[in-house]
């Protein structure tokens, strides 16, 4: 068994052993011995035990993503990147001045109806009113109201989820009863 080994492995090596000479045993003397070829092997020349090996693909490391970030990081990024091109596409615009708020610090104080269309009136942190269409704009995520009803304004804000996708979120300012 050790025998076989040894025969198997200097055969991998590429070099010659007599298996009658191995753990110190001769062989009979009878038996002459073959010429040993002693030619040398080119770089390009495999050895006969290595030719079922099969060689891996060439890897970019570069190009590959780090196994420790977190992959909704990363997703998250690439949704954040399209919002902000989309958002710099809008940006062509001008800006309505309810832009610079944020929706937490506008309130609902009315809703009229004005010929056939309906308008709101928004009232800030300050008290300051102003008059609300369908069609404007208000609110840091580009909110775009959508619908006034006789107590609600609906708006339309595109966010980024989790998952890194662009999302409509609607929200809804309600009118607040005076007493509450």
Do not use: C, W
Not at 7 to 19: H, K, R, Y
Not at 137 to 144: I, P
Request: charged letters at 25%; a positive charge; zero cysteines.
């Amino acid at each position: 068994m050790i025998r076989t080994l040894i025969v198997i492995f200097s055969m991998m090596l590429g070099t010659s052993v007599d298996p009658g000479q191995v753990n110190g045993q001769e062989r009979a003397a009878k038996t002459p011995k073959a010429p040993v070829k002693t030619a040398e092997k080119t770089s390009h020349e495999i050895p006969d035990a290595m030719k079922h090996l099969v060689k891996g693909p060439d890897v970019d490391i570069e190009s590959l993503r780090d196994p420790f970030a977190s992959y909704l990081a990363l997703v998250a990024s690439r949704g954040r990147q399209t919002l902000a091109e989309r958002q710099s596409h809008l940006a062509s615009r001008d800006r309505e001045i309810l832009e610079t708020f944020d929706l937490t610090t506008l309130k609902l104080v009315a809703t009229m109806r004005m010929g056939e269309n309906r308008v709101a009136m928004v009232e800030d942190g300050t008290g300051k009113g102003y008059i609300v269409r369908r069609g404007n704009y208000m609110g840091k995520n580009n909110g775009r109201v959508e619908k006034i009803t006789d107590n609600t304004l609906y708006l339309v804000e595109q966010i980024v989820n989790p998952a890194g996708d662009i999302v409509d979120r609607q929200v809804t300012m309600t009118l607040k009863e005076v007493n509450q």
